[in-house]
């Protein structure tokens, strides 16, 4: 079994820029990843099935369109379901920082917002995400 992270990135809902999601997935590649990128217009519950398909230890959500709160809750609750709530999720996009407290809550552990590095991005998830 291969010891690297594996990350699933993912463009839920009807956002059609994915430019960010591509750099940052090749960005976390690039420092050794497994990285699954779903494409455009997924649904929670096809990234949750993705997710658990491909055993990955985190999924990165990117959200332009501002759905982050409908969607990146209905994939935690999803994962939950799922008895997967150990895996991390995080994400990016325009998201407004008086949502950053109710992300958290609901288990988003980062959201990287405009002007986020991928240096950045990659050193977090290398220290957050640990494979089992």
């Not at 960010?20 to 990234?47: C, F, N, S, W």
């Not at 099935?49 to 994939?75: C, I, K, N, P, Y």
């Not at 150990?86 to 958290?104: A, K, R």
């Amino acid at each position: 079994m291969s010891s690297r992270i594996r990350v699933v990135v993912a463009k839920p809902g009807l956002d059609g820029h994915d430019r960010g999601a591509k750099v940052v997935a090749r960005a976390l590649r690039d420092a050794g990843m497994e990285v699954i990128y779903t494409g455009l217009h997924q649904t929670p519950e096809q990234i949750v099935e993705t997710t658990l398909q491909e055993d990955a230890d985190a999924v990165g959500l990117s959200v332009l369109s501002g759905a982050h709160m409908t969607q990146f809750a209905r994939v935690a609750e999803l994962l939950r379901e799922q008895d997967a709530g150990d895996v991390v999720i995080f994400g990016g996009g325009i998201i407004p920082e008086e949502d950053l407290i109710e992300l958290d809550r609901i288990g988003v552990k980062k959201v990287f917002t405009p002007g986020a590095t991928t240096e950045e991005i990659v050193g977090w998830v290398t220290e957050n995400v640990k494979r089992d």
